[in-house]
C-alpha cells in the first residue's frame, strides 16, 4: 500500500514541514494541519498481497526500498511516499516526535557544532563537505516501568577524637532496610538494527512534551524505518540502561553513614506500558579525506553526536599548551611561596 | 646616539668594580673555615672543604665553619660551641654563621646559626640537615658530613624563612607530575566527549511521583571502639639542645645536636 498526499489545490504531493510543523506544498505553497487533512487527497492504492513491489502512483516507477523501510522518496520522480501497510497493525506506530529541525536549519547546525570541534583538523572545521543529509525517523520503543527495591546494608558512623596521647576511634554499626517503589516512564531504547545504539543512546534526551500521536503524514517528505526488534527483545537493554540510575536513586535514600555496604540488594523491574515511537533524527554523512563520517542529529534538540576525526597536531598542542601553563603557574606559586625557583 | 651608550657602559662598569670591591670586602672577613683541633680530615680534605666552603659562604654571606675537638674539658658542646664562636666573631668581626660542631671524645655534633642563619636556617631546618649528616657521621665520614652541611644547608637558606625545603608542593618532579596529569585528564575528557556526551542522568525518566520509600528502618546494631597511642617523637641517635640558644657573649642562634 503506497500512500500520496496530493495537495488539494494543485495536486503536488505534499510533505511535511518540520518549521511550520504541517504538511505543506512545495508546489503552491498551500500548508495544511494534519490532523485536519481531508480524506480525500490521501491517495491509496493496495500492492497486491503477494508482491512485494510498490510502485510510485504519480510516475509508476517500481519503489526501491528495503524491507524495513516505511516512508522514502520515489527515486525517479522524487515524490514523498509513505509505505502504509508496513505501518498497521503491529507495526502501526503508537507516537512519533515529528522534526523541529528542517534540512537547513540541520545543516547551518551541524557546521556551527563543526566549528566548536576544538581537537578536529582544520579543514574538517569549514562543515563544508556535507555529502548527503537525510531525516530519517528512527523505531524506539518506550518503556514505562514500575518495579520494586528491597535492600539491606549495614551502616557505619565513625567518630574519633583525641585523649591525651590516645586517638580514640568510635564506630557506630547500623543495619539499614530499605523498600522502595520504583517508576521510570518513557525509557526509550532504539528498535533499529542499523542504528548504533551508543550513538542513539547520546542523542538523548528527547523533549516528550512534543511528543504526538503518530500519523502517516509526519512521514511524508522523510525516511523512516520500522523495528527490528520488538518490545521484549529489547527490554534487556532498558533494563542495563536504568539500573545505574536505580542504584543511585537508592544510593540517595541512605544517608548519614561513613560507609555503607550492601547485604542484600534486590530489583526487580516490569515494563508495565510500551510504546512503538518514531523520533526525529538528521544523518549526515560528511567526506574528509577520502573518508566518509556519519554523524546524528536530534532532530528535535539539535544535539550532535558521532567521531570526528580528531588532529594530532591538536591534540598534542592543548596537551602541551596546558602541562606548560600549569607547570608555569606552579612554579611562580611556588617562587612566590618558597623564594626558590627551582 | 653614542655618548649615552657609552655613559650607560662606563656606570655598568663602575657599578660592577664597586660590587665586586664591597662583595669582597663583605666576606674576606675570614680566610679560615676549618678548625680541625681533632685532627679528624686529612691535609686534602681540609683543602678541598676550605676551597668549597668559602665558595658558598661567598654565595650565601654566611660563614659556613667546621669545629672539631677531643674534649669539651667537662662543659656541654652548646657552650664550647659557644665560646669557641664568641672568641672567633669578637676577633673576625663575623656576623652571620653556619657552625657544625664534632665532639669526638663525647661523640656528640651539634649545628647552629648565627646572625641572618638563625632565620634562615631555622631550628626545623637544622633538624633536617642533621638527619641527613647522621649517617656521615657514624660511618666516621667527617669531611662528607661537613659538605654535606654545607650543601644542604645552601640549598635551604634560599627558601623564604619558615617555609619547609623539602615540602613536596616546593618539588619540580611534583610540579611536572601535576601539570602532566591536568593536562592529560583535560585532553583525555576532551577526546572522550568530542563524538557528543551522554547527557541523561538518573533524573532524565525517573517519575517522582511514584518512585518513594516505601519502607525503611535504620536500626543500631553493635559499636566498637578502638584506641591508639600516639607514638613520641624520639630522635634517633639521641637530640638534645634543639631550639638554639644563646652564648655566652649574648649571640643568639637556632640550633640542634645528635650524638652518634
Redesign the interface.
Known amino acids: 500500500m503506497v500512500t500520496h498526499y496530493k495537495c488539494p489545490n494543485c495536486g503536488s504531493d505534499m510533505a511535511f514541514d518540520a518549521t511550520s510543523g504541517m504538511l505543506s506544498c512545495p508546489n503552491c505553497g498551500r500548508q495544511d494541519d494534519i490532523e485536519t487533512f481531508p480524506e480525500e487527497n490521501i491517495q491509496q492504492k493496495f500492492a497486491p498481497e503477494e508482491a512485494k513491489e510498490y510502485h510510485c502512483e504519480n510516475c509508476g516507477a517500481v519503489l526501491l526500498t528495503e524491507a524495513e523501510t516505511t516512508a522514502t522518496h520515489c527515486s525517479f520522480c522524487g515524490a514523498p511516499v509513505v509505505l502504509a501497510d508496513r505501518l498497521t497493525g503491529d507495526l502501526a506506530p503508537a507516537k512519533v516526535i515529528p522534526f523541529t529541525i528542517s534540512k537547513d536549519e540541520a545543516v547551518a547546525a551541524f557546521r556551527k557544532w563543526t566549528k566548536n570541534g576544538r581537537l578536529t583538523p582544520r579543514g574538517f572545521m569549514n562543515g563544508d563537505r556535507i555529502k548527503k543529509m537525510t531525516g530519517m525517523y528512527v523505531p524506539f520503543w518506550l518503556y514505562d516501568i514500575n518495579g520494586k527495591a528491597e535492600v539491606a546494608a549495614i551502616g557505619t558512623r565513625m567518630r574519633t577524637y583525641q585523649q591525651g596521647d590516645t586517638v580514640i576511634t568510635e564506630t557506630d554499626f547500623y543495619d539499614v532496610y530499605r523498600e522502595i517503589d520504583l517508576s521510570y516512564l518513557k525509557v526509550p531504547a532504539d528498535a533499529s538494527e542499523k542504528m548504533d545504539d551508543e550513538l542513539m543512546d547520546k542523542l538523548e534526551p528527547y523533549d516528550y512534551s512534543d511528543l504526538k500521536d503518530f500519523r502517516m503524514p509526519y512521514l511524508a517528505g522523510f525516511l523512516a524505518e520500522k523495528y527490528d526488534f520488538d518490545e521484549d527483545a529489547l527490554f534487556s537493554r532498558v533494563e542495563s540502561k536504568i539500573v545505574p540510575y536505580i542504584d543511585s536513586y537508592i544510593g540517595s535514600t541512605i544517608s548519614g553513614y561513613s560507609t555503607i555496604s550492601y547485604t542484600n540488594k534486590q530489583i526487580n523491574a516490569n515494563k508495565y506500558k510500551v510504546y512503538y515511537t518514531l523520533f526525529p533524527v538528521w544523518m549526515v554523512y560528511y567526506d574528509f579525506e577520502n573518508k566518509e563520517h556519519t554523524f546524528a542529529m536530534n532532530g528535535q534538540t539539535g544535539k550532535v553526536v558521532g567521531k570526528p576525526p580528531i588532529s594530532g597536531g591538536k591534540v598534542a598542542a592543548w596537551f602541551t599548551g596546558i602541562a606548560v601553563s600549569t607547570f608555569a603557574a606552579l612554579k611562580a606559586i611556588s617562587y612566590l611561596v618558597g623564594g626558590v625557583l627551582w | 646616539m653614542r655618548k649615552p651608550v657609552i655613559k650607560v657602559s662606563a656606570l655598568i662598569l663602575l657599578l660592577t668594580i664597586l660590587m665586586m670591591l664591597t662583595g669582597t670586602a663583605a666576606f674576606a672577613q675570614t680566610d679560615q673555615h676549618i678548625y680541625d683541633q681533632a685532627g679528624l680530615l686529612t691535609d686534602s680534605e681540609i683543602s678541598d672543604l676550605e676551597a668549597y666552603a668559602a665558595e658558598k659562604s661567598r654565595e650565601q654571606g654566611t660563614e659556613f665553619l667546621l669545629l672539631t675537638t677531643d674534649s669539651t674539658s667537662g662543659m656541654p658542646i652548646i657552650d664550647y660551641m659557644g665560646d669557641f664562636y664568641d672568641n672567633l666573631a669578637d676577633q673576625t668581626g663575623m656576623e652571620n654563621a653556619v657552625l657544625l660542631t664534632i665532639d669526638i671524645g663525647g661523640r656528640e655534633f651539634y649545628l647552629a646559626g648565627f646572625g641572618n642563619a638563625k632565620t634562615r636556617l631555622d631550628n626545623e631546618r637544622v633538624e633536617m640537615v642533621l638527619d641527613r649528616i647522621t649517617p656521615y657521621m657514624a660511618q666516621g665520614q667527617y669531611a662528607g658530613a661537613f659538605r654535606e652541611t654545607i650543601e644542604t644547608a645552601d640549598r635551604y637558606m634560599?627558601?623564604?624563612p619558615g617555609?619547609n625545603?623539602e615540602?613536596i608542593?616546593?618539588q619540580?618532579w611534583?610540579?611536572?607530575a601535576?601539570?602532566?596529569i591536568?593536562?592529560?585528564g583535560?585532553?583525555g575528557t576532551?577526546?572522550y566527549n568530542?563524538?557528543?556526551?551522554?547527557?541523561?542522568?538518573?533524573a532524565?525518566?525517573?517519575?517522582r511521583?511514584?518512585?518513594?520509600?516505601?519502607?525503611?528502618?535504620?536500626?543500631?546494631?553493635?559499636?566498637?571502639?578502638?584506641?591508639?597511642?600516639?607514638p613520641?617523637n624520639n630522635n634517633s641517635g639521641g637530640g638534645f639542645g634543639g631550639g638554639g640558644g644563646m652564648t655566652g657573649g649574648g649571640r643568639s642562634f637556632s640550633g640542634g645536636g645528635r650524638s652518634f
Open positions: 634560599e627558601y623564604k617555609v625545603p615540602s608542593f616546593l619540580t611534583f610540579h611536572a601535576v601539570a602532566l591536568l593536562a592529560g583535560i585532553v576532551m577526546l568530542s563524538g557528543g556526551r551522554n547527557t541523561t542522568t538518573a532524565t525518566y525517573i517519575d511521583d511514584h518512585t518513594r520509600v516505601t519502607r525503611d528502618s535504620d536500626r543500631f546494631r553493635n559499636k566498637t571502639v578502638t584506641r591508639r597511642r600516639i613520641k
